[in-house]
C-alpha cells in the first residue's frame, strides 16, 4: 500500500521536505482556502499539485471535497450546490486526481471532549468523555430533550459536574468540540467567530425533522448526481465513517455499522461509489468487528485510514497505540496487502511526543507522533510482504 500523510496546504507547519525525509510517498491533502459549496478551479488544484510534485511526492487522495449542508439537508439550493461540486470533480479528474474522501456528517464532523488528555508516558492524545459531553449536551447547548438520551446516572454525574466545572473549563469544552476539532477542516464553526454555541444550536435546528431515511435519501440523491462524472474520469468517491459511529445531539448518522454501509454501496451501485475504510472511527462502536467488516468491504475501499481506539467504561474512548486497540491493524494490514494491496493509507491521529504539543499542530494531527505511527505501521507493512514471499 501507499504510505500517505494528510498535510494541511502550504500554510501546514509540518513541511513537505520534512516528509520525504520520513518516507511518505504521497500527499492527502485539499484547498482549505475554498469555503464550502464553492468551485475548485483548475488552476488552484494544479498549482497545489505541482508545489507538492515539486517536493518529490504526489497528490494522491483528496480530503476532502467537503459536502455542503444544504446538500445534506435538502435546501434549496441543493442542486446548485451539487452544480457547483459537479465542476469541482470535473476540475480534479482533469487534473489527474482520482481518490476523494468525503463524509456526509450532519452540522459536525469528528467529536471528542480532550484534545490533550495526559498519559503516564508523557504523551498526550484525543479523548472522548461522555459526561462531559453530555454536561455540553444538555447544559451548554441546552439542547430540547437532550436529557431523554442519556442514562439517570449520567444525569446525576451531569448534574455533580455543573456544581463544579469553572467558566474557563466550559469555555474549553465549547473550544474543543465544536471550534478546534472543526475549524481547520471547512468546518462550520472557525476561531474567532463570535457565540458558537448558537450558531451551532442553528445549524442544528435545520435537523429537527430530518431523520435517518430521509438523510440517507439526500445521499443517494448526491451519488447519483456524480456519478456519470465519476465515469467520466475515473474517479472513486470514498465516504468516511461517522466519528463516534453512533447517533449524537439528536442528529442522524448514517455511516455507523455494516448495514449502513452496505445500504450505501447498495443504493448506488458503482464501483466508484466505495469506503474510506477508518478502523479508528469504526472500532469506537461497539457494534463493529472492524476485522470483518474489512473483510466484507475491503473490494469497495479506495482509501484506508490506519488508527485504533480502545473502548472505556461508561462509554468513553480513547485512540490507542496503532499496533493495539480494537482497530486490529496488524490484521488489517494483512488482509489489505493480500486483497486490496495498492490502496493509499494514512496513519491518523498520532499523540503529540517529543516536543509537538509546543508547535501548534492541528488537533490529532502531530509531526512525531504520526512519525512514529508511520513507522510502526510501515514495519508491519515490510514483515506481511516478507511472510507472503
Not at 499539485?49 to 487522495?61: A, P
Not at 495526559?118 to 447544559?139: N, P, Q, V, W
Not at 431523554?148 to 466550559?170: G, P, R, W
Not at 467488516?293 to 462509554?315: I, V
Request: hydrophobic share 40%.
Amino acid at each position: 500500500m501507499e504510505k500517505t500523510w494528510r498535510w494541511f496546504g502550504k500554510k501546514d507547519k509540518i513541511r513537505l521536505s520534512m516528509l520525504r525525509e520520513i518516507g511518505v510517498e504521497g500527499i492527502v491533502s485539499a484547498l482549505h482556502d475554498v469555503p464550502n459549496g464553492e468551485i475548485w478551479t483548475e488552476e488552484a488544484i494544479l498549482d497545489l499539485k505541482k508545489y507538492i510534485e515539486d517536493s518529490g511526492l504526489r497528490w494522491s487522495v483528496v480530503e476532502s471535497l467537503p459536502v455542503s449542508e444544504g446538500i445534506k439537508n435538502n435546501a434549496p439550493n441543493r442542486d446548485k450546490l451539487i452544480d457547483n461540486y459537479i465542476v469541482s470533480l470535473e476540475n480534479l479528474g482533469k487534473s489527474g486526481l482520482k481518490t476523494i474522501c468525503y463524509n456526509f456528517m450532519p452540522v459536525i464532523d469528528w467529536i471528542r471532549t480532550d484534545l490533550e488528555y495526559k498519559l503516564e508516558d508523557g504523551t498526550s492524545t484525543l479523548f472522548f468523555d461522555k459526561i462531559k459531553f453530555a454536561y455540553f449536551d444538555i447544559i451548554i447547548l441546552n439542547r430540547k430533550d437532550a436529557d431523554k438520551e442519556y442514562s439517570n446516572i449520567e444525569l446525576e454525574k451531569v448534574y455533580e459536574l455543573d456544581k463544579t466545572i469553572t467558566a474557563a473549563e466550559k469555555e474549553q469544552l465549547i473550544d474543543t468540540i465544536i471550534v478546534k476539532t472543526q475549524g481547520f477542516i471547512n468546518g462550520n464553526i472557525k476561531a474567532g467567530d463570535l457565540n458558537p454555541v448558537a450558531k451551532f444550536n442553528t445549524l442544528l435546528a435545520v435537523y429537527d425533522k430530518i431523520d435517518k431515511n430521509e438523510l440517507r435519501e439526500n445521499l443517494r440523491y448526491f451519488l447519483n448526481r456524480i456519478m456519470p462524472v465519476c465515469e467520466q474520469y475515473g474517479i472513486n468517491m470514498c465516504i468516511h465513517p461517522d466519528d463516534p459511529p453512533f447517533q449524537m445531539l439528536g442528529l442522524p448518522r448514517i455511516v455507523t455499522n455494516e448495514e449502513d454501509i452496505q445500504w450505501i454501496l447498495d443504493a448506488v451501485d458503482n464501483p466508484h461509489n466505495g469506503l474510506t475504510f477508518c478502523a479508528g472511527s469504526l472500532s469506537t462502536g461497539m457494534q463493529n468487528n472492524v476485522p470483518d467488516l474489512a473483510r466484507k468491504f475491503a473490494s469497495r475501499t479506495h482509501f484506508l485510514h490506519l488508527r485504533s481506539t480502545e473502548t472505556l467504561e461508561g462509554g468513553n474512548f480513547i485512540e490507542a497505540p496503532h499496533l493495539e486497540g480494537r482497530g486490529h491493524l496488524i490484521e488489517l494490514v494483512n488482509l489489505f496487502e493480500t486483497v486490496n494491496p495498492k490502496l493509499p493509507m494514512r496513519v491518523d491521529h498520532g499523540r503529540m511526543m517529543l516536543g509537538d504539543q509546543d508547535k501548534g499542530y492541528n488537533p490529532g494531527y502531530s509531526f512525531h507522533g504520526r512519525m512514529y505511527a508511520l513507522a510502526q505501521i510501515d514495519g508491519v507493512i515490510a514483515t506481511v510482504k516478507h511472510l507472503k514471499k
